[in-house]
């Protein structure tokens, strides 16, 4: 059994009116007793750059997490792992196959050592594309990737990536050092509904190891599929994954994929609508219809949700129409945070001003939520500004790459002192 949960922000909209409206909708999934228990088969591909840049503390750092990795006994030997290397040439190092006594594998990671060169970052995706396609599709899957570098081939890692999120296959993009593309690595998590992450210092990359181990093995949920049926006058904006980390849902592919869900706890997305072009009188009506399908690999049987509605009431009550869902709200600054951050990402290079007055917008928000992690890394960031004039490239990745794994569950931390969304956008135009 899956708990499925799907509620608007608000209950009501203005009546008689053709102007636009918009409607965000939490949809929130938890997998019951009977599936939590059933783990899934699992899929590690470990892609690891062997550039030049990496010899010294970066590979070895790597090397080493990686053996843990492989020695975490929550691997099972019938799990399955890849390891592939890529610097201006790539090899699979080891194709897809089961762990075993893990001898094999290990062999492949200290084999890591013996390459070198330039960093072109879409033959290590290409291989790892090869290796997922060998991997049944219900399996929970992650592809690693590690890198230290700008590549010369950003276009191709992009249409790669997409690939990825199309066999339901995370990309885990973890970058080090100043030289690496965050904006690439984002992309590049987002369209697989994976994760970035900028590491500090090299040991860092075990952390990250152990997260997403720990995440995996309880993605008891996969594959999960939205079918919608919209009301006339209905269109969708956007659908992101705001917890437990913040992710783009794309809506290319029909019906879209939701990606994964795991086990002990929520996975939250925010459904953005926009109503306009039709006037509706004063009444009730149903504007939207929401579906999920979705794989329980460990029980071997694909589950069908049943149906859920969100009806409207049309009004001309003004206290009515200004009432909103402080929970689902909640969630929606999550999603406001980010895109504040990266338009301060943005205006920082030429005007430092504004880039501080979106930074102190987003912080006020993380007070709001109580998300203490986030406001200490923004507090940094704004600390920066103030001294230097100026956001260094690595607490620009530090903040453009760091929230999207620090966004918490939230009841909700009320609105008090929070600025409406129109006016959010007027000064920052996200």
């Not at 460990?298 to 001309?316: A, K, M």
């Amino acid at each position: 059994m899956i708990q499925f949960e799907c509620r608007a922000h608000r209950k009501a909209l203005k009546a008689e009116s053709v102007e636009a409206q918009k409607i965000f909708v939490m949809l929130k999934l938890l997998p019951g007793r009977d599936v939590s228990h059933a783990r899934p088969p699992l899929a590690f591909v470990l892609i690891i750059d062997t550039s030049g840049s990496m010899e010294g503390e970066k590979l070895d750092r790597a090397i080493d997490a990686s053996h843990r990795l492989l020695n975490d006994q929550r691997l099972h030997p019938d799990d399955l792992v890849s390891v592939i290397h890529f610097n201006d040439e790539a090899a699979s190092l080891l194709p897809v196959e089961e762990l075993g006594d893990r001898k094999k594998a290990h062999t492949a990671i200290d084999s890591l050592r013996n390459y070198s060169g330039g960093t072109v970052m879409g033959l290590g995706l290409d291989l790892g594309l090869a290796e997922i396609r060998k991997v049944p599709q219900v399996a929970a899957k992650r592809v690693v990737l590690f890198t230290d570098g700008e590549t010369t081939d950003e276009d191709r890692c992009r249409s790669l990536s997409a690939e990825f999120g199309t066999l339901n296959a995370p990309i885990v993009a973890a970058g080090i050092g100043e030289e690496y593309n965050e904006n690439l690595l984002r992309d590049t998590a987002a369209s697989s509904l994976g994760r970035p992450y900028h590491l500090k210092v090299p040991s860092d990359f075990h952390e990250v190891l152990e997260a997403e181990l720990g995440s995996s093995v309880r993605e008891v949920v996969t594959d999960i599929r939205m079918n919608m049926g919209m009301a006339r006058g209905v269109a969708i904006d956007s659908v992101m994954r705001v917890y437990p980390s913040l992710s783009e849902v794309s809506l290319a592919e029909k019906p879209p994929r939701l990606g994964n869900a795991a086990a002990g706890d929520h996975t939250v997305f925010i459904l953005e609508f926009t109503v306009s072009g039709l006037s509706r009188p004063v009444s009730r009506a149903r504007l939207l219809q929401i579906q999920l399908t979705a794989e329980v690999p460990g029980l071997n049987r694909r589950e069908e949700l049943p149906p859920q509605d969100i009806f409207i009431d049309f009004t001309t009550d003004s206290a009515a129409i200004a009432a909103v869902d402080a929970e689902v709200m909640d969630y929606v600054k999550q999603k406001n945070v980010d895109n504040l951050v990266q338009q301060a990402v943005r205006q920082a290079g030429s005007n430092p001003a504004q880039a501080g007055k979106t930074l102190q917008i987003a912080k006020n928000m993380t007070l709001q939520l109580k998300n203490a992690n986030v406001t200490r890394m923004l507090d940094s960031a704004l600390d920066e500004l103030n001294r230097t004039g100026t956001i260094s490239v690595q607490t620009r990745k530090t903040i453009s790459l760091g929230g999207r794994t620090k966004t918490i569950k939230t009841a909700s931390s009320g609105l008090d002192n929070i600025p409406p969304l129109d006016e959010i956008r007027k000064v920052t135009g996200v």
